[in-house]
């Protein structure tokens, strides 16, 4: 949590009305748009003026949450992101503590920016461009850091059905639907507390998990069917090229959860999914693994990334053979 001197000024900075800006990483998934938008809904009823900006455009199976249909997408709205992102008293910074996970077009206007910034995170190895810092990696989402913080600011009573949808919707996807380590009694009362807010939480497990289109779940048997597995190594991986990808019709949010299911093979320690980004020109890679198996550690040294020691993201400039190629091989290296 943020130092009790610090919650003092924030409270102070936070009684009268300010422009505040909340932005998150690229490619948002339920727990960015979730604090974020949680966020948002909770600092409107403090009465300031708040937008959430987000990098790119956020996946079609959280655009039910409240609010987020006026979220600013810098990448495509630059023009109007630019001036709010230079007039803000202040900004929050959301689940994620580099500023380079905000794309690289996004990173090079925050760092000309001397605006005070605030961050609240559970990645691990923040970087130090927030004035205010509340990072803890023992935390399985920032929406339940957002609960905390409202909590200890002394707004509980604040906390309508719109903040407690979204924040359930960060708990709920980065938990894996509660089985996730990190998932802790303080996790489960913080869930109680926000279903009692009257929030439909059987409802939102169907617009995030029974929401899916045919052509998504042919992806997914794409996928199943690339799934291989290293048993020397207790690995698996899935490939999905950019033409499988076009063939099923890719949209945003379509490969979302698929690298887990290389994780629930008996005896797999760790997964990759390797997905392939011909407009950009990389190869996307997502990392799970169960136990020691520090991922984090393995996307930072070698595929440009980094995360949570059980959950990572990287990514590579080389073609998608060569990049399997690379994974194998440092399996090999390291095994030894
Ligand atoms: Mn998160």
Redesign the pocket.
Known sequence: MFSSKEISELKSLLSSPKKITIISHRNP?G??MG?SLGLLHFLIQLNHQVTFISPNEYPDFLEWLPKANETVIFEREYDKALPILQNSDYIFTL?FNALHRTGDAMQKTLEKLSNTMIMI???QLPDTYSKYTFSDVNY????QMIYDFINILGYNHLINKEIATCLYT?IVT?SGSFRFPKTTPETHQCVADLISRGINNSEIHNLLFDNSSYERLQLLGKALQNLKVLPEFNASYITLSQEELNQYSYKKGDTEGIVNYGLSIKGIIVTAIFIENKEEGIIKISFRSQGNFDVNEFARKHFNGGGHINAAGGKSFLSLEETVNQFIAILATEKK
């Open positions: 998934d727990d960015a604090s689940d995170d559970h990645h399985g989402s920032t929406c960060g980065d």
